[in-house]
T-cell receptor, first 113, second 109 residues
């Protein structure tokens, strides 16, 4: 089992650019979580999908952020346009269900200049 | 006041010591998670529990639902246990996790 796979591992881009983060779930998992980690705020849930359907997006900061699950094993988190305050580590996690242990990817370290 | 409070925020121990990290929460939960984050940044789920006690190797996690409190214990600590330990609680239909701020543990040889 390869675990949750995130790409890229690091991203540095200028403000105003579009950023796309990618996540491949563990095979058979049907719950997908996007988190953001910063020094100031720690870990925060951005959005949660179950069976490809967004269930809770209350953590998405604003309209610049969007997330999709085009199929059961893959998700994207897009920021457009990006701003320096979006700089953080973004984690994706998947689980067998909403009440099961979550398996985290290695994260994407995003720096917006 | 944060919904999930951890203590201590920082902990330095000598190799071999018994370590306890505490987590208190103020919301209703369906489960509590203990996570470990190493300096490289990766996050590993250590435990998910809703009652009683769980043990995995040198790690023990306990939870008291009535008191809304959980502890993570590490026996015979080792420098490789050095990491940030994060408590998170999940509840409601979506099991949305609310995270504590973490405890930075350094185990010195």
């Amino acid at each position: 089992d390869a675990g949750v796979i995130q790409s890229p591992r690091h991203e540095v881009t200028e403000m105003g650019q579009e950023v796309t983060l990618r996540c491949k779930l563990i095979s058979g998992h049907n719950s997908l979580f996007w988190y953001r980690q910063t020094m100031m705020r720690g870990l925060e849930l951005l959005i949660y999908f179950n069976n490809n359907v967004p269930i809770d997006d209350s953590g998405m900061p604003e309209d610049r952020f969007s997330a999709k699950m085009p199929n059961a094993s893959f998700s994207t988190l897009k920021i457009q346009p990006s701003e320096p305050r979006d700089s953080a580590v973004y984690f994706c996690a998947s689980s067998l269900g909403p009440h099961q242990p979550q398996h985290f990817g290695d994260g994407t370290r995003l720096s917006i200049l | 006041k944060n919904e999930v409070e951890q203590s201590p925020q920082n902990l330095t121990a000598q190799e071999g010591e018994f370590i306890t990290i505490n987590c208190s929460y103020s919301v209703g939960i369906s489960a509590l998670h203990w996570l470990q984050q190493h300096p490289g940044g990766g996050i590993v789920s250590l435990f998910m529990l809703s009652s009683g006690k769980k043990k995995h190797g040198r790690l023990i996690a306990t939870i008291n639902i009535q008191e809304k409190h959980s502890s993570l214990h590490i026996t015979a600590s080792h420098p490789r246990d050095s990491a940030v330990y994060i408590c998170a609680v999940g509840g409601g239909a979506t099991n949305k996790l609310i995270f504590g701020t973490g405890t930075l543990l350094a185990v010195q040889p």
